[in-house]
């Protein structure tokens, strides 16, 4: 028990700790990106969607939902990057018990993805899943769809990074293939593996990324407690400790666990070294899909049910949860003018509202769309947590009320404990959790 909670433990010293290793980052931040004002420079945002699993065999939504998602929901909100996180098909029997690659389901995916338009509108950077490797000999097989029918997979069959060059923000998104080679047949393959190729072109992309990019977000499909690194010459790559060494990594988002058949909706953390570990929820069940931002070089981001609108997104003040100091330059935030939101709808947006009591509410105006901006006093809440209510609202009286907690500080909240659990570990211990719950791997 002394183990597994040391295991976890992000106390106050670890945030100084942090800070400290990451000033040096954090200082050039400030200097690059001066003053969070009303302007709508040095922001990006992005999407992901995760666990599709487009099946022909059973619930058709899945499909039909996922062609709104593209035709709808990104024309809407226009986001500079879609992340598509493995599992992308099936893979299952009708019988719901054997496994293997359907090409009919591949078929599906390509041509929802080629004939919305997205891959003219964003950049799609895909990546396999396990359902997406089930039963495949090796990389070059016949039966390993994902080289022909995703949109990156002729490009980058395995792990690849992407650099985004945009609104004055500099973005590597690094793709972490972990799918074993070759690849197992259900049940037998919840874990994730990195051989030593795969490992020794890990490394090499990350040289990359940090070379051209001042913000590194790490996007793969297994969770890192569900990756296993393959040991050669009493040496093996510990993927968190080359996440954390990376100048400018803030956060790793990944699906696989599918919140744990819903038990766990919010399975986040922050990771020892100081960045974010972010697990969506699946779209094959709960059709759920994120938005994320970089604004100013500060990382926010909300979860989300589909075709619920508005979506709202704080993205100044940084809510208190997810700050991660040595690795945002928080200080921006005690000298910004506005608060900043961003709002999107399948309308119009009506109005941006916010308030600090629930009571007294403040009109936003809007900067560029989708950016709502209100100027706020920040020396008014120089100590402790505070709340800030935001009401979006669309031009059909939809409402979006968001809860938004922050301080200027320090102060910060705690992550829930299961949550950290699952993600703070290694494989090994999560293998012993999925055996004891060997129902739930059955229906992953």
Not at 199 to 226: I, M, N, R
Not at 352 to 366: H, T
Request: aromatic share 10%; net charge neutral.
């Amino acid at each position: 028990m002394a183990s597994l909670l040391n295991i976890i433990a992000t106390d106050h010293n670890f945030y100084i700790e942090n800070k400290d290793e990451g000033l040096n980052y954090t200082k050039y931040l400030s200097e690059k990106y001066m003053k969070i004002t009303d302007s709508s420079k040095n922001l990006i945002w992005f999407l992901q969607i995760s666990d599709i699993h487009i099946s022909i065999f059973r619930d058709p939504g899945r499909i039909s939902q996922f062609q709104q998602f593209c035709d709808n929901t990104v024309k809407n909100i226009k986001p500079n990057i879609v992340l598509a996180t493995g599992d992308l098909t099936d893979a299952k029997a009708k019988d719901n018990l054997g496994s293997s690659q359907v090409k009919k389901e591949w078929i599906y995916y390509y041509n929802i993805v080629q004939e919305s338009g997205v891959t003219s509108k964003t950049i799609w950077l895909d990546i396999r899943g396990n359902h997406d490797n089930f039963n495949i000999k090796n990389i070059n097989a016949q039966e390993n769809y994902f080289r022909n029918y995703s949109v990156q997979g002729k490009t980058y069959p395995r792990s690849y990074v992407h650099i985004l060059n945009e609104n004055s923000v500099k973005v590597a998104f690094l793709g972490v293939d972990a799918c074993p080679d070759p690849g197992i047949r259900r049940p037998f393959n919840f874990i994730g593996i990195l051989d030593n190729q795969e490992q020794q072109h890990l490394q090499k992309l990350k040289l990359e990324a940090e070379s051209k990019a001042d913000h590194v977000v790490w996007f793969g499909h297994y969770p890192t407690s569900c990756i296993l690194s393959l040991e050669r010459d009493s040496q093996r790559l510990n993927l968190r400790q080359l996440i954390s060494n990376a100048k400018g990594s803030q956060v790793y988002v990944c699906g696989h666990l599918h919140s744990m058949g819903g038990l766990v909706p919010q399975m986040y953390t922050i990771q020892r070294k100081g960045f974010l570990e972010l697990e969506l929820g699946d779209w094959k069940d709960n059709r759920m899909y994120r938005l994320a931002a970089i604004d100013h070089g500060i990382f926010s981001f909300v979860d989300q049910k589909h075709n619920t609108w508005p979506v709202v997104l704080v993205t100044n003040p940084k809510h208190a949860l997810y700050a991660m100091p040595g690795r945002e330059p928080l200080t921006l935030i005690r000298y910004s003018t506005h608060v900043r939101i961003l709002a999107f709808s399948d309308v119009n947006i009506d109005s941006v509202q916010i308030s600090y009591d629930k009571i007294n509410w403040s009109q936003c105006k809007l900067a560029e769309t989708p950016l709502y901006v209100c100027q706020w006093q920040p020396d008014l809440f120089k100590s402790g947590l505070h709340n800030l209510y935001v009401m979006g609202t669309d031009e059909i009286g939809r409402k979006t009320i968001v809860d938004h907690p922050f301080s200027l500080d320090g102060s910060n909240l705690q992550f829930k404990v299961v949550p950290r659990i699952l993600l703070m570990l290694d494989a090994g211990g999560v293998v012993s959790v999925k055996i004891g719950g060997f129902t739930f791997v059955m229906i992953v």
